[in-house]
């Protein structure tokens, strides 16, 4: 049974950093893209970065883009993002998900996790 499970989340004031993980059960991971999105309340789910199985490609959001880094370690099976200079709009439940594809589109991932809380004071 595949399933993702996100962990990291928390509150933190502007400017600081958090580092969410994914770890993967019951696939071989690094067959397949890492992407991670997040939705605020009363917004619709959006991307925020993909790394592709092997790891050499990495896209992100504009709005993330030099802030956030993404990576992942296929011994243990986790994928990561590396959260800095956050802002209050990065507020959001953040999810990862997975894909054969590098791919920004939501429709095109088939496993998510259940999500985790990132919530930036201002």
């Known amino acids: 049974q595949v399933q993702l499970v996100e962990s990291g989340g928390g509150v933190v004031q502007t400017g600081g950093s958090l580092k969410l993980s994914c770890e993967a059960f019951g696939i071989t991971f690094n067959r397949y893209s890492v992407g991670w999105f997040r939705q605020a309340p009363g917004k619709e789910r959006e991307f925020v970065s993909v790394i592709s199985g092997s790891g050499y490609i990495k896209n992100y959001s504009e709005a993330v883009r030099g802030r956030f880094t993404i990576s992942r370690d296929d011994d243990k099976n986790i994928g990561y993002l590396h959260m800095t200079s956050l802002k209050p709009e990065d507020t959001a439940v953040y999810y990862c998900?997975?894909?054969?594809?590098?791919?920004?589109?939501?429709?095109?991932?088939?496993?998510w996790g259940q999500g985790t809380q990132v919530t930036v004071s201002s």
């Open positions: 998900a997975r894909s054969n594809l590098v791919l920004t589109s939501a429709g095109d991932y088939d496993y």
